[in-house]
């Protein structure tokens, strides 16, 4: 099994799965204290893959495309002002407005709050393959958060 990195530092061994600010990052030690803990990985060889069953198939949710319009299409069915819809899903209005209008996208739980409201499909399940991926002669690892920013710092001195 390939050596994993920590996704914001790039130090080695990864020891979690965390979630910061929305994403999911492998995090080393002293990493994995800067966001919320989904998954701990034992200390001797981290297994970080799920041991392989007879479909390596993994199942995610994810907002469908156009959501806003499929929002507001359903909610001027409805007749419903949108200060009426955030009272009954208890979100702030100017939220759900930014949603509409597709500048932000809304959490799955909100999602979810949205379609029992108006009766529409928001959540979409996926299916991704898991498998190991394909390697060339020089395995690839992929740009951590630090080499971003050393790159950042590199580009503003010139």
Known sequence: MQELFCDICGKSPVRAQI????????????CMRGGKVLHRFDDE??????????????????????YGKMIKAAREKSGLPLAVIAERTREKESYLHAIEHER????????????HELGI????????????????????????LADMI????KGKGK
């Open 121 to 144: 499909r928001l959540v979409e399940k996926t299916q991704s393959v898991a498998g190991p991926a394909a390697s060339g002669p020089k395995a690839f690892t992929p740009p951590t």
């Open 19 to 30: 979630l910061l600010e929305g994403a999911r990052l492998l995090a080393c030690g002293n």
């Open 104 to 115: 932000l996208i809304p959490t799955i739980e909100v999602a979810r709050k949205l379609e």
């Open 45 to 66: 060889g981290a297994q970080l893959e799920k041991p392989m069953s007879a479909s390596p198939v993994e199942s995610a949710e994810e907002i469908a495309e156009n």
């Open 150 to 153: 050393d790159t950042r710092k």
